[in-house]
């Protein structure tokens, strides 16, 4: 039994945390698929879940977004329980890419889905959105691109081979009538961060970076991700965006910190890494 001091202690943790875990653990028919996991995340803070394919990364996520259930530990989003209050989680963590999840319809233009999501966060009675409102979540996604393209077009040549270099305009226009079919791999990604960050909730997950297989494309997501943390807490100062996101290797982030500096002033950077479970 935990005594009333520990728990005034665990309270007092958690008031200083956007996202807190403890022992957190989930097992399957073959196993455990990540145990023990203790992870304490401040508000406007990136944290780096790290790990080979197959060692839980997915499934961690989508347990702190209150998708998955665990089987033992102890977590909280806010002074929300996760197990106990995963609903109302839910409305507090958005996942902005999780293959097979937030996946885009090829036939829809960048402006029918960011329509669809407007309409849906908004009251039943207004199932509309005004065309300004359009324009300002698309000039938000484009700076946001731009941004993140000058940081790596400033780094040293030596950090990308000629291969890799390769054109980035984002391809929206001011209607967003350019198809999903258009995008690359990468306006994909930052059109599903755009998208999922429409509901302003606190955190944000982000699945797997190295699927973007080009390592510039790579930086230049990490870049997005802290450039928009910066333009959410310049907006809101008293509610910074937490974003936590997955990836096999983690070197891309301190070099596009460096390359950053000091432009974004993230709560902390942190890494977890995770290793896979043997299988029975």
């Known amino acids: 039994m935990q005594s009333t001091s520990q728990t005034l202690v665990d309270e007092t ?45 997915t499934s961690l996520l989508l347990s702190i977004a209150g998708r998955m259930r665990v089987d033992t530990g102890q977590g909280h989003v806010g002074e929300l329980d996760i197990r106990r209050q995963a609903r109302r989680v839910r409305e507090q963590v958005t996942v902005g890419h999780v293959a097979g999840l937030t996946d885009l319809e090829n036939d829809f233009t960048l402006a029918q889905h960011l329509a669809e999501r407007l309409i849906m966060l908004q009251p039943w009675y207004k199932p509309w959105v005004s065309k300004s409102s359009l324009h300002e979540v698309i000039d938000v996604i484009r700076e946001t691109f731009t941004s993140a393209t000058e940081v790596i077009d400033r780094l040293p040549e030596k950090n990308f081979s000629s291969f890799e270099v390769k054109d980035a305009d984002f391809l929206i226009d001011d209607e967003g009538k350019a198809f999903v079919s258009e995008l690359s791999e990468l306006q994909k990604f930052l059109l599903e961060l755009g998208l999922a960050s429409l509901a302003q909730a606190p955190v944000v997950v ?18 997005a991700i802290l450039i928009y943390q910066e333009l959410r807490r310049k907006r809101d100062p008293e509610h910074p965006l937490t974003v936590i996101a997955s990836c096999e290797d983690s070197t891309d982030v301190d070099l596009v910190l460096d390359a950053l500096a000091p432009e974004v002033s993230p709560a902390s950077v942190d890494t977890l890494s995770l290793t896979r479970h043997p299988r029975h």
Request: net charge negative; charged share 25%; glycine share 12%.
């Open 13 to 57: 943790e958690r008031a200083t945390s956007q996202v807190s875990l403890s022992d957190w653990g989930m097992s399957g028919k073959q196993g455990d698929v990540f145990s023990g996991i203790d992870l304490d995340v401040p508000p406007g803070a990136l944290s780096v879940i790290q790990g080979a394919a197959g060692s839980g990364k």
């Open 206 to 223: 982000l699945d797997n970076i190295d699927y973007l297989r080009e390592r510039e494309d790579r930086a230049r997501a990490w870049a």
